[in-house]
């Protein structure tokens, strides 16, 4: 019986605090939580909860994307077994309570797109399952990135873009975290060089994100290192100078970027056994009958006919030429 009580007091903590979430909540539009969270029902049955049935205690609260208005309380340190916070996309502001510290079961961590205030606080370092996501992109947070959060060395994606008030350097620890694969600070207010060996330390990076930005220097020698880009980064426009760029053997994904196009010393780029791309967006036939795929080149439009080129549509080859039969999605032209 005892245990059935503090079973009971647990979720009853869990209620009591959701609840005190949503009187901290000014404006709901959509009433999503004035007429379901209520006291009368069960909260494990309320909008945007996820209980876990063998603790009897909440593990998600998703509230993403419900125009909600408002601030969180420190109540929320009390969902103590809480794994999911996602309040992307709404209208929170105000800062961070510190009373997060106590959700040390949190692995998803979800807040962009709303307008919290404050600096990022050294408490989030005292995360340690936070090992997914730390989404804290478009809010209005300021000051500088706090060494502790290398201590998160299961953090896959880190995302800060577009807190334009982020000053000052990157801390060296977020360079041992070698499980990134993202870190977005574009449109912040950064000011350092990246590392020499950044890449000897995170191998999986996929997605180093730093544009408009106050960063200096080169680009890391180790770059080659980061065997599973997925993008080049468009901040490459800085090297004014570069003559020569290789970009084969790689995983790279997606276009070119256009502002390679840019690089009026560029002389020499290989980009073979990749997987960059060009979009083929059309098709015709020359004034000599001569049937032709168009395709959107990405390196501006100094290159090509203003930015596109043409390729042959009927070349006798079941591959196409260059194989574009099969590495590129195309229309299915009569």
């Keep these: ?11 009853i903590t869990d209620q009591s605090s959701l609840l005190a979430l949503k009187v901290h909540i ?26 876990d049935s063998q603790n009897n205690r909440i593990i998600v609260l998703n509230l993403t994307s419900m125009s909600l208005t408002g601030t969180i309380p420190p109540h929320i340190g009390n969902l103590s077994f809480l794994v999911q916070l996602r309040l992307k996309n709404n209208g ?14 949190l692995e ?34 300021q000051g500088s990135i706090l060494e502790e959060i290398g201590k998160l060395t299961n953090l896959k994606t880190f995302n800060l873009c577009g807190n334009q008030q982020i000053s000052g350097t990157i801390p060296p620890t977020i360079f041992n975290i070698s499980s990134f694969n993202t870190i977005d600070f574009a ?13 000897q330390y995170l191998p999986v990076l996929q997605r180093p994100i730093h544009h408009h930005n106050q960063l200096e220097g080169p680009i890391p020698s180790s770059l ?11 901040n490459i426009v ?8 290789y970009l084969d053997t790689n995983d790279l994904k997606g276009e070119l970027p ?36 168009i395709l959107k080149n990405s390196w501006g439009t100094g290159w090509g006919e203003c930015g596109y080129m043409r390729i042959i549509r009927e070349s006798g080859f079941p591959k196409g030429p260059c194989g574009i039969l099969t590495i590129l999605p195309f229309p299915d032209a009569q």
């Excluded at 449109?187 to 890449?199: F, G, I, V, Y």
């Design 26 to 51: 000014t404006h709901d539009p959509k009433n999503f939580l004035a007429n379901n969270w209520t006291a009368s029902t069960s909260v494990c049955n309320w909008v945007g909860i996820t209980c």
């Design 187 to 199: 449109l912040s207010r950064l000011s350092s060089n990246l590392p020499e060996d950044m890449c």
């Design 238 to 245: 800085n090297l004014s100078l570069l003559q020569e760029l």
């Design 258 to 293: 256009e502002e390679l196009g840019s690089l009026l010393a560029l002389e020499r780029l290989r980009a073979g056994e990749s997987h960059i791309t060009v979009v083929i967006v059309g098709y015709g036939v020359s004034e000599y009958d001569t049937k032709y795929w």
């Design 108 to 141: 998803i961590f979800h807040l962009e797109l709303n307008s919290f205030q404050g600096e990022i606080s050294s408490w989030l370092g005292s995360l340690p399952k936070l090992q997914i996501y730390l989404e804290l992109w478009n809010n209005n947070l």
């Design 92 to 105: 929170f502001h105000g800062s961070l309570p510190v009373d997060i510290v106590h959700l040390h079961r």
């Design 224 to 234: 080659g290192q980061c065997r599973e880009l997925l993008r080049i980064p468009r």
């Design 1 to 11: 019986m005892a245990f059935l009580a503090i079973e009971a007091t647990n979720i």
